[in-house]
């Protein structure tokens, strides 16, 4: 299983951003899906997490500026981010729970990660 993030990248203070995640493998199922980042000497955090049903889930300093959202049938999950500020600038992880055709129960992966640079 491997999940491939895109879609990082420079941009101005108050801009935006897409990111796409694309699982791909020996995938059943996935359960829960998200993005999380960490900022240069920072621990990773919690950004915002989508149910297999569409319920989101968000860190209160992105809320109202960041929309996640799922495509099932694509394996796909994405972040939309406006109003971007300085202080969003990290590297962007996405993160699923999977049940694959091998395993018995679910497992985390994680992808490799994409920059988004915010300047003011």
């Known amino acids: 299983v491997q999940l491939q993030a895109s879609g990082g990248g420079l941009v101005q203070a108050g801009g935006s951003l897409r990111l796409s995640c694309a699982a791909s493998?020996?995938?059943?199922?996935?359960?829960?899906m998200g993005w999380y980042r960490q900022a240069p000497g920072k621990q990773r955090e919690l950004v915002a997490t989508?149910?297999?049903?569409?319920?989101?889930n968000y860190v209160d300093s992105v809320k109202g500026r960041f929309t996640i959202s799922r495509d099932n049938a694509q394996k796909q999950v994405y972040l939309q981010m406006k109003d971007l500020k300085p202080e969003d600038t990290a590297v962007y992880y996405c993160?699923?729970?999977?049940?694959?055709?091998?395993?018995?129960?679910?497992?985390?992966?994680w992808g490799r990660g994409t920059l988004v640079t915010v300047s003011s």
């Open positions: 993160n699923a729970d999977i049940i694959t055709f091998r395993s018995v129960g679910s497992t985390g992966f």
């Open positions: 989508i149910t297999r049903g569409g319920s989101s």
């Open positions: 493998g020996s995938i059943a199922l996935i359960n829960d």
